[in-house]
């Protein structure tokens, strides 16, 4: 079964004080790994898909990487705006119902302070 | 463009009702999905649809039924309400060249009493 787990469940930083979220992930032959940031009361907003080990990719603020077991989501100098919980997400290779299915985490809720 | 909109935004249910939550997309997108998200838990997979006219089960699809006679609606049902179908339902959808990329709607509040 495919199992995607989200660190930490929290995180509380001061603006400007750059950290990372971590996304460990358990599933068989993963087809792509995907970030989504998620405000208060709205629906997800996609960020990122990384689909191989060593890839990267940046948008303002955040840099996702990939490695075999887990993605990493670094903030560089977050702002109060970038407070949200962030969800990371898989999809395993199969076939089937399973080549549509997303599996997520519980995500981890930023809270940047100013 | 408004992207994936869902209608209604919050609704209040007896045990037992009937609803049909609304999901439209003009995006032109082929595929369509429906989520549960409760608390403590990730986005959960209750139906999908790969095209206009089909529908099939995801992770969660016992006690909603699905229609998608129209590309750009996918319509859940929930026949029978019950207090476990408390939930924030989203709706998504996604191009059939990038399906792995889904965009979502705002979501429904669903309280089932």
């Known amino acids: 079964e495919d199992q995607v787990t989200q660190s930490p469940e929290a995180l509380r930083l001061q603006e400007g004080e750059s950290s990372s979220l971590n996304c460990s992930y358990t599933?068989?032959?993963?087809?792509?790994l995907f970030w989504y940031r998620q405000d208060p009361g709205k629906g997800p907003e996609f960020l990122f898909t990384?689909?191989?080990a060593g890839e990267e990719k940046e948008k303002e603020r955040l840099k996702a990487t990939l490695t075999k077991k887990e993605s990493f989501l670094h903030i560089t100098a977050p702002k109060p705006e970038d407070s949200a919980t962030y969800l990371c997400?898989?999809?395993?290779?199969?076939?089937?119902?399973?080549?549509?299915?997303?599996?997520f985490g519980k995500g981890t809720l930023l809270t940047v302070n100013p | 463009n408004a992207g994936v909109t869902q209608t209604p935004k919050f609704r209040v249910l007896k045990t037992g009702q009937s609803m049909t939550l609304l999901c439209a997309q003009d995006m032109n997108h082929e595929y369509m999905y429906w989520y549960r998200q409760d608390p403590g838990m990730g986005l959960r997979l209750i139906h999908y649809?790969?095209?206009?006219?089909?529908?099939a089960k995801g992770e969660v699809p016992d006690g909603y039924n699905v229609s998608r006679l129209k590309k750009q609606n996918f319509l859940l049902g929930l026949e029978s309400a019950a207090p476990s179908q408390t939930s924030v339902y989203f709706c998504?959808?996604?191009?059939?060249?990038?399906?792995?990329?889904?965009?979502f709607g705002p979501g429904t509040r669903l309280l089932v009493l």
């Open positions: 599933v068989s032959g993963l087809r792509g």
């Open positions: 998504a959808s996604s191009p059939a060249e990038s399906r792995e990329t889904q965009y």
């Open positions: 997400a898989v999809r395993a290779a199969g076939s089937g119902g399973s080549n549509y299915k997303l599996t």
């Open positions: 990384l689909y191989s």
């Open positions: 649809s790969v095209g206009e006219g089909t529908t």
